[in-house]
């Protein structure tokens, strides 16, 4: 009984605008005078 009043419970429940996920469109940048190069074997080197 409790299991089935819960569940038409939910099914009520209405998901307004503010409750979904937002978002988000934009840039992101990173001031880095390394290559992409250079990054890639710092990576490799802090993984082995």
């Known amino acids: 009984m409790e299991h089935e009043r819960r ?3 939910n099914s009520e ?3 307004s605008d503010d409750d979904r996920r ?4 934009g840039k992101v ?11 890639l074997d ?7």
């Open 42 to 48: 710092q990576f490799k080197e802090i993984n082995s």
């Open 13 to 15: 429940v209405e998901v």
């Open 7 to 9: 569940e038409r419970k």
């Open 22 to 25: 937002t978002e988000y469109r």
């Open 29 to 39: 940048e990173h001031d880095s005078e390394e290559s992409a190069e250079e990054l």
